[in-house]
């Protein structure tokens, strides 16, 4: 259902794909689209307040060219970085199914395969499962027991990306003080360190 003031948008309401440089180093990766952010704008982490959090701080990173993301047409670049998401479609009560999750990987797996990154930056505990299993589908030997998430955390794994977690940037988070701009520059910071 549409929001009040979004009623005379035309929403996307498709699978959101990823997006940014497809030289990029680093890679973010996320939950899913939000259900009035990606889901109406067709841009992962655009349109919302959660990204409205991520691209500031890839701004003040220098890995965008300006702080906001609001359409797909509002001339944001992304330099050296590549958004995505664990899941592609907007879901019920934003928690998606572990089916769902599945149905989704091959395209996860498809973009990290692609594109090669050095780091992955996982945003929550999802994204971090996710692609961990990704990985280890797709060959790379994953420790046991399995690396668990944790903010900041780091983990290295053979012929792979390095895997670095970050608290989501879901106003969850950032309304409530658990992820502060601060906080996040400084995992996000260490990701940028790992991809030179």
């Not at 992962?44 to 691209?55: A, C, E, N, P």
């Not at 996982?122 to 060959?139: F, M």
């Not at 030997?141 to 977690?165: I, N, Q």
Request: with cysteine; hydrophobic share 45%.
């Amino acid at each position: 259902m549409k929001r009040r003031a979004f009623r005379e948008w035309s929403y996307w309401a498709r699978p959101v794909p990823g997006w940014g440089d497809p030289r990029a180093r680093l890679v973010v990766v996320g939950l899913a689209p939000a259900a009035h952010g990606g889901n109406r704008t067709g841009r992962v982490f655009t349109g919302d307040r959660s990204g409205d959090f991520l691209y500031a701080a890839l701004h003040r990173a220098g890995l965008a060219n300006q702080p906001r993301s609001e359409s797909r047409e509002d001339g944001l670049a992304l330099r050296g970085v590549w958004v995505t998401l664990a899941a592609r479609c907007a879901p019920p009560d934003n928690r998606p199914r572990p089916d769902e999750l599945a149905r989704c990987a091959p395209w996860l797996s498809g973009e990290l395969g692609l594109l090669r990154p050095r780091v992955v930056l996982a945003l929550g505990a999802i994204a971090w499962t996710t692609v961990i299993g990704v990985l280890r589908d797709a060959g790379v030997p994953v420790p046991r027991p399995v690396p668990r998430f944790a903010h900041g955390a780091e983990v290295s794994l053979d012929a792979a990306p390095v895997l670095v977690g970050a608290y989501h940037v879901s106003q969850q988070n950032t309304q409530t003080g658990r992820l502060t701009p601060a906080m996040f520059d400084r995992v996000l910071g260490r990701a940028v360190a790992l991809s030179c």
